[in-house]
């Protein structure tokens, strides 16, 4: 039961993690190819509060169930696809660290021309291109976790 227990939260987790973070993604994408200030500012408001919530959680319950499920399981943790799950799970928080604080800066920015009846700056373009491009690879390596979680290849 507890092995059942801790699979369902990592399960649980998991979906939570990659599925905030492609419903966020979705959503600022076409707020801001809409080119509404105003939408941009609220649905970044909106994104940079759920990923506090929602991905700082799960990025901390991920790693913690998943060792957890290892050793229930007695795989042993120099396992390849562990071992590979492991700096995918590294290369997706190398991104998303910085993804938080070019959220927090794009909200700052289309806040303020919002507020002002301004177009957005060439640094919200600047700090939106970077958080395209760190989405990226992110998208990918969770994408390959999700694969080595469910096949366990040998």
Not at 131 to 149: D, E, Q, R, S
């Amino acid at each position: 039961m507890e092995y059942i227990m801790f699979k369902w939260l990592h399960i649980l987790s998991s979906t939570l993690l990659f599925g905030t973070g492609i419903g966020s993604a979705w959503y600022l994408l076409f707020a801001v190819i809409s080119r509404n200030v105003t939408a941009i500012a609220v649905v970044t408001r909106i994104v940079v509060l759920t990923d506090w919530i929602f991905t700082g959680a799960t990025m901390i319950v991920q790693p913690a169930t998943g060792f957890y499920l290892v050793h229930l399981a007695g795989y042993p943790l120099h396992s390849r696809w562990i071992m590979w799950s492991l700096v995918l799970y590294l290369v997706a928080l190398a991104c998303w660290l910085p993804v938080v604080w070019l959220q927090i800066r794009l909200r700052k920015l289309s806040a303020s021309a919002a507020a002002r009846g301004l177009p957005l700056s060439k640094e919200f373009w600047r700090c939106f291109t970077a958080w395209v491009v760190l989405g990226v690879p992110a998208f990918f390596a969770f994408l390959g976790i999700f694969y080595l979680m469910v096949a366990k290849p040998v």
